[in-house]
């Protein structure tokens, strides 16, 4: 390919959409679409958005992400998270355009006690995760030169995520308590969108295929996660007044979170396959989470106007 390769990111207003835009367009021409471009619920404005569209890659960020309304509207959860992909990853076949599709930690069960593996059976606890996992199916059946990669736990500038609803809850409660007993790889966006375009960018070679996990390397319970937040939070000045984060259980977690879907207990999940392929190694998930803090100015509220 002499020119720069032609991207769509269907999704882009999204987490992740926002990080894959900003990196893809230091090395790509980049098409963004919206939900006011195409609904995924409706396969016609699919097709219309799309048929006119001449591009090589095509990344899915966006989803029903919201884990709980999809135990209560699973036809929707099946809709925009299984359907809506099939088409997609039929029309960019039709295209001969590469496909990523962008699936989640939560297709395990959370049964194992170490990290999952691509090729170990996913089987979800969630109508979220079953959704998912139908999606990465039915994009792998439509054409397994295309793309699944599998993230966890994401968090990134944009738009909050868990660290800064834990940092504003620890701005104004003294008592937390998070999962002692939920265990994963909390994984930056920006992280994210660098090893997607590792994965489909490199001219020397051929876009990955199959499923990949990206995710930071190590892992840490939930409640880790959110003393983490909270310690980085006081470092850069912000007026936290929880001092440390108790730890419950994921069984008290329908008390105070109301909660519908259960969750997998354990979602670690391996980067070996990424690291072997793209010659990455994924940084550690506290270095991401730093840098997140203070990159993306997204205490910078807490600062201005300290809580108590
Ligand atoms: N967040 C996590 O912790 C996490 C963990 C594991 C995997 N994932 C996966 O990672 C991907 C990105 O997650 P994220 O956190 O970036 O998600 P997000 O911020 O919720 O973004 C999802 C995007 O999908 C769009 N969307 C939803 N329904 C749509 C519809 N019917 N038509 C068109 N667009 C629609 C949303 O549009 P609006 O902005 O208009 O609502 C939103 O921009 C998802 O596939 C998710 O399953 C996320």
Not at 40 to 61: K, M, V
Not at 75 to 92: S, V
Request: aromatic share 8%; net charge negative.
């Amino acid at each position: 390919m002499n020119r720069p390769p032609r991207i769509v990111i269907i999704g882009a207003a999204g987490r992740l959409g926002q990080a894959l835009q900003l990196r893809f367009s230091r090395d790509a021409s980049v098409i963004g679409l919206t939900r006011s471009d195409l609904d995924l619920t409706a396969p016609e404005s699919i097709r219309s958005a799309l048929e006119g569209l001449d591009f090589d890659r095509l990344i899915l960020p966006a989803a029903m992400t919201a884990v709980d309304p999809c135990e209560t509207d699973r036809e929707t959860a099946f809709a925009i998270n299984a359907a809506a992909p099939k088409l997609i990853a039929e029309i960019c076949a039709a295209k001969e355009a590469h496909m990523t599709y962008v699936s989640t930690d939560f297709v395990f069960d959370g049964g194992k006690s170490g990290a999952y593996h691509e090729d170990e059976v996913a089987k979800p606890i969630s109508v979220y995760g079953a959704s998912k996992l139908k999606g990465e199916a039915n994009v792998l059946e439509a054409d397994p030169g295309h793309l699944v990669v599998r993230v966890s736990w994401l968090y990134g500038p944009g738009k909050p995520a868990f660290p800064e609803w834990i940092v504003g809850k620890a701005c104004a409660e003294t008592e937390i308590a998070l999962p002692g007993d939920k265990t994963g790889s909390p994984t930056s966006s920006v992280d994210v969108a660098d090893w997607i375009a590792a994965l489909i960018l490199d001219s020397a070679r051929p876009p990955a295929a199959g499923i990949y996990h990206l995710c930071n390397s190590g892992s840490c319970t939930w409640r880790d996660w959110g003393q983490a937040c909270i310690d980085l939070a006081r470092e850069a000045g912000v007026p936290v007044i929880a001092e440390t984060i108790a730890a419950n259980t994921l069984a008290d977690i329908p008390a105070f979170l109301a909660f519908l879907a259960p969750r997998p207990a354990n979602s670690v999940m391996s980067n070996a396959k990424l690291a072997a392929f793209t010659g990455v190694e994924p940084r550690p998930w506290r270095q991401a989470l730093r840098e997140h803090f203070v990159e993306s100015g997204c205490l910078d509220k807490y600062r201005a106007a300290p809580c108590g």
